[in-house]
């Protein structure tokens, strides 16, 4: 079985919600719709104090070449535009909206039928992702209909779902597989169609079987789409990793996907695009999981953008006594939250609460030099040195020493055995180097 | 008190894997006890003291500096100390003084040690440190073995054991044709530093280093291949004068070294490939020194040696990049 060849960790998988069923959360009483849920630049809010508006009405429109459209989720009148602070710990404009019944914009398809074909040319079916606002639903939240505009003189040759879903806790991706294949799977075919190619693998780690054989008795009927079961590590959801597990190409320092000829998607955003554009809908509800050991009873539910976190954690139960964290997203690479009022937006994949006692860091002590980050990072960085090389500012070092490679996925972190902050200080000189790369090309 | 202001924010990785400090020291010394009990069944009540001794006095030094010389809290229980204390020992004659053994252990500690500011910063193994400061202060003490009587060594005076030539002096002084039997030198019925006797017990170690996810196999298998193929070379040009490569591999501190004393974490490479060269680096300066040197044994200066030139090392070979550069 194929994975990625450098480094990888082997976290608990903790997976508390698997083979929970999908369950529609209700509607709050107001969204607060951030008009910055994706990577580039906020979207230009389109609708004002007191305008009414429906489940699926356009609010705001993109502000860039990489950004997108966003879209209310609810029916009702819009409240305010505020600022607000987001899932990034940023305070930054929303759309207030109070909530009033649940019309939807007579365009969307709501029935639950499958449509299978798709005679939109390439241009068309792009068009449409990006007027959804469709964006990478794994956490990183790049506007997908960039990723299907290759730079010229690049040729896709493949399409990778991103279906392994890494990250410990998280049980969206796979719940999602589990009862939402056929879309998935037409949404493949689509995605193939836009990008101009007719092979697509979908990448699943072999810790959900269910998963696997699931979308490997769908994926039979439709040609060209090969399900891959991988061997469990961690980041193997990162992009480059998943390449190196799928085709075996190691995508260079600074490149992208598409230098090796793939284009790498997200199995949530497969279905956004599949709703995109079978269904007319744009993205304005997801699946989120909800998760942590002291949680009574960790779900995945299907939210509407802009509930407040809090009503997730409700609906799984409360809120635990012994809470010390609230992470959006994963124990990896999640962040941590300020408050439980934080909106659910377009890369919450998850709520994760995480105990009192699990919160604490320990101290930490001097480098032993034990080289087991080395061994760790996915990049086939030295993690021990690039911390050093940014205590010390060292940002030519840092450079050469290929800081700017770092995905974050902070496995060195979690392997430290004298719990060193690696990932904090390497982030810190990550963005300092990036910020004199980007200089220096000017 | 508000739910808000109690709720805990940094960034990520929010788990940790649970390895630590003193799971990697205490792992090592577990990894010792099969040499250690081999040592017992040998050298018997010798070993038992040299290595107390060691141990009682590493821990207690460090615990004395950190705690009156540097003013900071004693880190003594993360097992750093006590591992330093048993190499030590390992490294040592079974019938050695308890006297001289405090000062290798002041040496260890002191200056191998704590001098360059305690665990991770100390540029060579401390325990080695010890060891050659005794060499070269107490050389007739230092290179006096007691010979090795089963399960008969309990005299009330330990020093005054009987002692004689080891695997290495032999072929040193070229008496080729007295050396034991492979038998003897992998179970550990033969002459020598206390810990370094058994190859077998040596190699269950290795296993559980590995096992444990403790090391990796790179230094100690570099070590290893090297000196055998340096010797088995030597070997085929002239039988009569060098010894066996297998001879090579299981006489003196060799195994110890390679897999106990050359993997230190503070003192070695950081890289795959760093830990290789560093690996073949001791390799070869062990079998000179043996083959060409006066001393009998090579492996500890060889590990210092090199010891000194992994900062150099860990500069210019660098890990495998993503993608390649």
Redesign the interface.
């Known amino acids: 079985m194929r994975t990625f060849r450098?480094g990888g960790?082997h976290?608990p998988e903790n997976k508390l919600s698997a083979g929970k069923k999908i369950t529609a959360l209700a509607v709050p009483k107001q969204v607060i719709i951030p008009l910055s849920q994706h990577i580039g630049a906020p979207a230009q809010a389109v609708v004002k104090k007191g305008d009414v508006v429906k489940v699926g009405t356009l609010l705001a429109k993109a502000g860039g070449f990489v950004s997108a459209n966003i879209h209310s989720s609810v029916s009702g009148k819009v409240n305010k535009i505020d600022n607000v602070i987001d899932a990034s710990?940023y305070r930054r404009p929303a759309v207030f909206i109070d909530v009033e019944g649940d019309e939807w914009e007579e365009t969307i398809d709501r029935s639950e039928a499958l449509v299978k074909e798709c005679n939109l040319s390439q241009k068309e079916i792009i068009d449409k992702i990006a007027a959804a606002g469709v964006v990478g639903m794994g956490g990183a939240t790049f506007p997908t209909q960039v990723k299907l505009m290759p730079p010229p003189g690049c040729k896709a040759e493949i399409v990778i779902v991103n279906a392994v879903e890494c990250e410990?806790y998280l049980t969206a991706d796979h719940s999602l597989m589990l009862e939402k294949g056929e879309q998935i799977l037409v949404g493949v075919t689509i995605l193939m169609k836009a990008a101009g190619v007719n092979r697509a693998v979908i990448g699943i780690e072999n810790n959900k079987p269910d998963a696997i054989a699931n979308m490997q008795k769908l994926a039979a009927q439709y040609p060209g789409v090969e399900v891959m079961p991988l061997k469990v590590k961690y980041p193997q959801g990162g992009e480059?990793q998943l390449i190196?597990a799928v085709i075996g190409k190691?995508?260079?320092?600074g490149?992208l996907p598409i230098s090796v000829g793939a284009i790498v998607q997200n199995v949530g955003t497969v279905y956004a695009i599949y709703e995109a554009v079978q269904k007319n809908k744009p993205l304005f509800e997801r699946v989120v999981t909800v998760t942590g050991k002291s949680l009574k009873n960790p779900s995945n539910f299907l939210v509407r953008m802009g509930t407040p976190m809090s009503a997730l954690i409700e609906a799984a139960g409360g809120?635990p006594e012994d809470?010390?964290?609230?992470?959006g997203g994963g124990?990896?690479?999640?962040?941590?939250?300020?408050?439980?009022e934080v909106p659910v937006c377009k890369g919450s994949s998850g709520v994760?609460l995480?105990t009192?006692a699990?919160?604490?860091?320990?101290p930490m002590?001097?480098?032993?030099?034990?080289?087991?980050c080395?061994?760790a990072?996915?990049?086939?960085?030295?993690p021990?040195?690039l911390m050093k090389a940014t205590v010390y500012q060292n940002w030519e070092m840092a450079e050469k020493?290929?800081i700017q490679?770092c995905i974050?996925c902070?496995?060195c972190?979690?392997?430290?055995?004298?719990?060193r902050?690696l990932?904090?200080n390497i982030?810190v000189g990550k963005a300092k180097v990036m910020g004199i790369i980007r200089a220096r090309k000017k | 008190m508000n739910?808000?202001n109690?709720?805990?924010?940094?960034?990520?990785?929010?788990?940790?894997?649970g390895?630590?400090?003193s799971?990697?020291m205490y792992g090592v010394l577990i990894a010792l006890i099969p040499a250690f009990l081999v040592s017992l069944y040998f050298f018997g009540l010798g070993a038992l003291i040299v290595t107390a001794t060691s141990v009682v006095a590493c821990v207690l030094f460090e615990y004395l500096i950190q705690k009156f010389l540097m003013k900071k809290e004693p880190?003594i229980c993360?097992g750093s100390a006590a591992l330093t204390g048993v190499l030590l020992a390992f490294n040592l004659p079974s019938n050695l003084p308890v006297w001289i053994i405090l000062i290798g252990a002041l040496a260890a500690i002191g200056i191998g040690k704590m001098s360059f500011?305690?665990?991770?910063?100390n540029i060579f193994n401390p325990a080695l440190v010890g060891r050659v400061f005794l060499l070269i202060s107490f050389p007739a003490q230092m290179t006096t073995w007691p010979v090795v009587d089963a399960l008969n060594a309990f005299p009330m005076t330990y020093t005054d054991a009987e002692t004689g030539a080891t695997v290495l002096s032999l072929m040193n002084e070229g008496a080729l044709t007295e050396l034991p039997s492979y038998t003897d030198m992998l179970i550990g019925c033969k002459g020598g530093s206390l810990g370094e006797i058994s190859a077998v017990a040596l190699l269950l170690g290795f296993a559980f280093l590995l096992w444990k996810k403790i090391i990796?196999w790179h230094i100690p298998v570099a070590v290893i291949v090297t000196v055998f193929v340096f010797t088995g070379i030597m070997h085929l040009v002239n039988p009569a004068a060098y010894a066996s490569p297998v001879v090579h591999v299981l006489s003196g501190g060799l195994l110890l070294g390679a897999i106990f004393m050359a993997t230190d974490?503070?003192t070695?490479?950081?890289?795959?490939n760093g830990m290789l060269i560093y690996g073949v680096g001791i390799g070869l300066l062990t079998s000179i020194i043996r083959l060409f040197g006066s001393y009998p044994e090579g492996m500890s200066f060889a590990i210092l040696i090199m010891n000194a030139l992994t900062p150099l090392i860990?500069t210019y070979v660098?890990?495998?990049?993503?993608?390649?550069?």
Do not use: W
């Open positions: 450098i960790i976290p710990g410990p480059k190196d190691q995508v260079k320092s490149a809120m809470t010390g964290k609230i992470i124990p990896m690479m999640g962040k941590a939250l300020v408050s439980a994760l995480l009192k699990e919160s604490v860091r320990k002590h001097d480098c032993i030099r034990c080289a087991k080395v061994s990072c996915p990049m086939g960085l030295n021990a040195f020493e290929n490679d974050e902070g496995s972190s979690y392997t430290c055995p004298a719990y902050p990932l904090d982030r | 739910m808000e109690s709720l805990y924010i940094s960034p990520s990785p929010h788990i940790h894997g390895d630590s400090i799971r990697n880190t993360d500011g305690g665990l991770g910063n990796t974490y503070v070695s490479p950081m890289t795959k860990n660098k890990p495998n990049y993503f993608g390649g550069k």
